[in-house]
């Protein structure tokens, strides 16, 4: 008889599931026997990935295409997989932009997209689910944050910001659900092979000279591992977790003013 795989007879929501870290975090969970949605705006690479996983790893994979950056979207959402009689039991919201650049001069409406996305969406998914979540006493969720969440970002001031509401909402809901069976984990990815690097801008940075960043690969088994043990918060790489700790020491200035030349062009 067949081991039973962790997440059979469970379903996990990926948000930005059509390339780079939200790829490989779908095919974390279907691996362990998640059945899966998978959304994003493209509809092509969404079957294509769902088609994939499947087969490789035997479980059910559905796909919604759809921008959750526009308002309402994560009630529009819901309601489509309600309506395929689907049911939520792991919320993985990956979905997300960041764009390189002051805030004079750039774009207003890229700029309050991207809190549209990375705030607003992730947390009216959340609210949707999260009642659920702790009825069933199972589950939870299981956010994309960044290395950026633990300092202010001048010239990617809100990019920042938003990955800061990410990991501070994230480890107030890891509190609330302590006890409960609900596990809540907060993903901080440093520099990652993906084309958010490309859109966001930061590869002409000189953020590209701190290393050689990580395999989107290796960055999504490290959050699902940590979601698995109910880890508060994972900082991916020994230099990045160094990095992070050391933020709170400097005086403020000075780190304003480091983060302000690693985000200057190369």
Excluded at 193 to 200: D, G, N, Q, T
Excluded at 208 to 221: D, H, Q, W
Excluded at 247 to 255: E, I, T, Y
Aim: one cysteine or more; hydrophobic letters at 40%.
């Amino acid at each position: 008889m067949a081991r039973k795989r962790k997440g059979e007879g469970q379903t996990a929501l990926v948000t930005g599931a059509s390339t780079g870290i939200g790829v490989d975090l779908a095919e974390c969970f279907a691996r362990d026997g998640y059945d899966l949605i998978l959304t994003a705006r493209s509809e092509a690479l969404l079957n294509e990935v769902a088609e994939r996983l499947a087969a490789t790893h035997k479980v059910k994979a559905a796909t919604v295409a759809l921008d959750l950056g526009r308002q309402g979207a994560g009630r529009k959402l819901a309601d489509e997989i309600a309506s395929r009689g689907l049911s939520v039991d792991v919320l993985v919201n990956n979905a997300g932009y960041g764009t390189a650049g002051a805030l004079d001069g750039s774009d207003a409406a890229e700029q309050l997209g991207m809190v549209d996305l990375n705030v607003r969406a992730l947390t009216e998914l959340t609210q949707i689910y999260w009642p659920q979540m702790l009825e069933k006493k199972r589950g939870g969720v299981l956010n994309v944050a960044s290395t950026a969440a633990f300092q202010p970002g001048p010239l990617m001031a809100v990019y920042y910001a938003s990955k800061a509401f990410v990991l501070s909402f994230s480890e107030a809901l890891w509190r609330e659900a302590l006890g409960t069976g609900v596990h809540v984990s907060c993903l901080c990815p440093g520099p990652t092979v993906s084309k958010f690097r490309e859109r966001a801008g930061t590869g002409k940075t000189k953020l590209k000279n701190l290393g050689t960043p990580m395999s989107a690969e290796s960055v999504a088994r490290m959050g699902y591992r940590a979601f698995r043990k109910n880890q508060r918060v994972m900082v991916t790489g020994f230099r990045n977790r160094m990095l992070a700790r050391l933020g709170p020491f400097l005086p403020r200035k000075a780190l304003l003013n480091t983060v302000h030349n690693i985000q200057s062009p190369a």
